[in-house]
Each structure stands twice: as C-alpha cells, then as structure tokens.
C-alpha cells in the first residue's frame, strides 16, 4: 500500500474519532496553536525566509512571493484569528430543525461534519492554519497538500499544528501533510474517494480545472476572483474613490481585490481624473478602454495603457486595473455577467431602485453596495476564518467557514415504531 493510501486510511479512521471529540478539546488547540504560533514565530518565520529565498530564485512574481510571506504581523494575525474562532459556537450535533410525526416517531435534522476534507492549495502558508483551525473546530480530518515552494513553511507549521493537538488529547492523524512535491501523489489523491469525502483546490484555472475533471469526490471550487465596481451615475464621487482605492491598493494580490473598475459615462468625465491621481499615487497602471483613454489622455498619457483583448478576462493579483466607460447600468450588468467569475461584484451608486436591480441581477457570491470588495473574506464576515471562497452554488457559497465543512443527517427515534 502506497503512503498516499496510507494517509487516507488513517484520516478516515481520525475522522470517526474527531466526530466525537468536545467542544472544549477543539478550543484547548485552537488556544495551544495560537501560543505555539506566538511562540515558535522565530522557527517559522526563518522556514519561510527560506522558501522566500528559493521563491527570488526561482523567478516567482512578486504577487506570489507576497502570497507567500509570512511575517511577525501575520503571524499575529493568524493567532488572533485562532482565538476568534474558538469564540465561534461548534456547529456539530446543532439541531437544525426537529418534529414529531403523527405516527410518535421523532424526528430532527442535526449538523454533523462532512467527514474527511483534502485541501491542495498553492502558495499561501496561512492556508495551512487556517484549513486546520477551522476543519478541527468543524469535527473533520484534513489532509493539506501545499505546493512546494512553501515547503520549508509549510512543514514548520503543521509540527506546531500536531503538537497542539497532542497537547489537546485530538489524535495527530486530524491533520496530515503530503510533504512529497512528486504530482503524482496529486493523481492519487483526487481518485481516493473510498478515504476523502470533498476535495477543495485553492489555486488557479489549471489547478481547478483538473481537480474538476479527474476528482472522483465532490469538489468545491472557487477562489478565483475577477471582481467589479460599477460608479453609477448617482454616486457620491468623492467616497467612491477611496472605495476604488481600498478595493485595489489594500492588498492587490488577493482574490477579492477590485480588477475591473466600470464607470457611468455621465459622471466618467469628472470622476476618472479623481481616481486615476489617487490609483498612481501607488503606482497602479491603468489599462483603459477608447472612452477612458480619451478622457485621461491628456493628463495621464505616460501612465495609462490601452486595454488589450483578454484583459477584461484577467484576475490581475496585482497593481493592474481595468477600466471601462459604459452608457447604462444595463452595459455595466451585461458587462459583469460577460467577464465576472461570480466571486465579489459591487456597486456604488445613490439610487436606491439601482441598487436593488443589481442586488437582483447579479448572481455573485458576494454582491456589494457601496463598499469595498475586500471583505470577501471568513474573518471579516465573522466566519472565524474560511478554508475557501466558493463560488459554486451547491453545498456552499462564498467565504467557507464552520458551517459550510458540515453537513446534516437524519436522526429517528421511536418506541419500535413500524410502518403501517
């Protein structure tokens, strides 16, 4: 038997063993994990300064060297997120619904945990602590496979990950690595259906697209985020652009950051100048359709680009901005469902009935009203944290936090009830 079979069999055996563990075990090593994280940052912090290094040499981009960076802050960051969490009430043997039939039968409809979750993800160390916390928390085994330039990262983390949860009497087996960078451990782990019960990749289209066509369990995909802001006509100009500036500049190499901004034609005149001074202040580039190239032209010339074809279908994860000029809400609306990938998609605009139509026709998991794109995220919306954004509208939608890595059975009791 292979070792990837190996790691399968022993988290299904975790899982029926996490499924009863208390509440009070899960916090005891969300609060051991969070001290191991403060703790232990200087054996962390130098594993990733070596993966950074490799990262330099290997020619990574720096939308992915950030990505991959972990520092004091984050590491801070990352313990407070832990000890939100454990504030979180634990959603297994919730009762979400509960009856008695008129034969005496009860019934009732209970949360219990999806089972074993694998989790192959690309980049981001933080991803292994927080697909950990929340999976634990949730009474699910996990098993991470990280891509391998954050090897040396990764491998310090889930040490500190297995001791808290030795410490907190959780068998070690919850939560198993695959330190083995060979892609053929990958080709196994995807038809290992009999031991995993969802497959979640975190990564890009090429990424999701062969999980999506070789997973022999379901998979929950997303995380890719082409994201829109819509100025309506109506918009108070001034607010809209610290919107458009947070959405963009905040932190650009994420999913939810703002990658294509739209603009009415009625206010594009006044407020496109407004927004291209305070976007190159940081240094975004500006890649403009005819309108805005012609509106911004004579200022900006040097610093604005012309969007070439397939920009508008690009997550930038960078200090890249599309730009478009349209004549109608109705442009804006066709415009998003044309190039939108369905994860975060805003407008700002003053008008109430606007804002409604878009809340209605856009079929986003995130939909917003005047406010940034950038609080598609777990720990924002109070998730505790989330092991991914989906944009799937089956099992769940959005930021994936607790409730979304459990699901429900049917729990029947009678006195030797028959059916009749």
Not at 191 to 212: A, S
Not at 280 to 299: A, F, H, Y
Not at 318 to 346: C, K
Not at 363 to 370: E, I, L, Q, T
Request: charged content about 25%; hydrophobic content about 40%; overall charge negative.
């Amino acid at each position: 038997m292979s070792d990837i079979l190996q790691i399968g069999m022993v988290a299904r055996i975790a899982a029926r063993k996490i499924a009863q563990i208390s509440s009070n075990n899960k916090n005891e090593f969300l609060a051991n994990l969070a001290d191991q994280l403060r703790n232990h940052s200087d054996v962390i912090l130098s594993a990733n300064q070596q993966d950074i290094q490799q990262g330099h040499a290997a020619g990574l981009s720096d939308a992915l060297i950030d990505r991959l960076l972990l520092t004091q802050g984050r590491l801070n960051s990352m313990a407070q997120d832990l000890e939100d969490l454990m504030e979180m009430p634990d959603p297994i043997g919730t009762i979400i619904e509960q009856k008695t039939l008129p034969n005496g039968l009860n019934v009732r409809r209970v949360r219990v945990p999806l089972g074993v979750m694998a989790v192959i993800y690309e980049a981001r160390p933080n991803v292994t602590v927080d697909i950990s916390a929340l999976g634990i928390k949730s009474g699910n085994a996990v098993i991470l496979r990280g891509g391998k330039e954050t090897l040396n990262s990764n491998k310090a983390l889930v040490e500190v990950i297995q001791n808290s949860l030795k410490a907190a009497s959780i068998p070690v087996e919850a939560v198993q690595f695959i330190d083995d960078p060979n892609r053929e451990l990958v080709n196994q782990l995807v038809k290992m259906d009999q031991f995993v019960d969802i497959l979640v990749p975190r990564g890009g289209n090429t990424l999701q697209d062969f999980c999506k066509a070789n997973a022999t369990m379901p998979v929950m995909t997303g995380g890719i985020g082409i994201c829109h802001l819509f100025v309506d006509e109506s918009a108070d100009l001034d607010k809209a652009v610290e919107v458009i500036h947070n959405a963009k500049v905040q932190r650009p190499t994420v999913c939810n950051a703002l990658d294509t901004l739209l603009v009415h034609e009625r206010v594009a005149q006044e407020v496109l100048p407004k927004v291209a001074a305070r976007l190159l202040q940081d240094k975004v580039q500006l890649k403009c359709d005819d309108k805005s190239m012609k509106i911004l032209g004579n200022d900006y010339q040097k610093e604005i680009f012309p969007v070439e074809e397939g920009d508008f279908d690009r997550e930038w994860l960078s200090l890249v901005l599309g730009i478009r000029v349209v004549p109608s809400i109705d442009e804006a609306i066709d415009h998003i469902h044309l190039h939108s990938t369905q994860h975060s998609d805003g407008i700002l605009t003053e008008n109430p009935a606007h804002a409604r139509r878009f809340i209605a026709e856009i079929d986003s998991a995130a939909v917003y009203v005047n406010a940034s794109t950038r609080f598609t995220d777990g720990a924002q919306l109070g998730l505790g944290g989330e092991v991914a954004v989906s944009t799937q509208k089956l099992h769940a939608r959005g930021p994936i936090g607790l409730e979304g890595l459990t699901t429900y059975k049917w729990v029947l009791e009678g006195e030797y009830t028959v059916r009749g």
